[in-house]
Nanobody, 116 residues
């Protein structure tokens, strides 16, 4: 069982920045992909960004140029630097880890609120 613990959410004004962190416990088969998803009230959970162990990244179009995902493999930690935040970025942000055998694990979520 892999545990993921997020931190760094909070309340910020539009145009501001936040940095989310997610620490994963050791995985028997290793974690390949780590990513950030978000779910706004009344909406489905969506991918924000993810990164492979080798550093290949993917972003949803709405955050390109504003958010940066990075990873420290030695610390089993993934980060999401969020800049130029907009009210529409308000959501609960979840960390996800996918092991090399395809098993997925989720964190408990951290709330981000962007005020206008």
């Amino acid at each position: 069982q892999v545990q993921l613990v997020e931190s760094g959410g909070g309340l910020v004004q539009a145009g501001g920045s936040l940095r989310l962190s997610c620490v994963a416990s050791e995985a028997r088969f290793g974690i390949d992909v780590m990513g950030w998803y978000r779910q706004a009230p009344g909406k489905e959970r969506e991918l924000v960004a993810d990164i492979t162990r080798s550093g290949i990244t993917k972003y949803t179009d709405s955050v390109k140029g504003r958010f940066i995902i990075s990873r420290d493999n030695a610390k089993n930690t993934v980060y999401l630097q969020m800049n130029s935040l907009k009210p529409e970025d308000t959501a609960v942000y979840y960390c996800k880890g996918v092991t090399y055998i395809g098993r997925s694990y989720w964190g408990q979520g951290t709330r981000v609120t962007v005020s206008s």
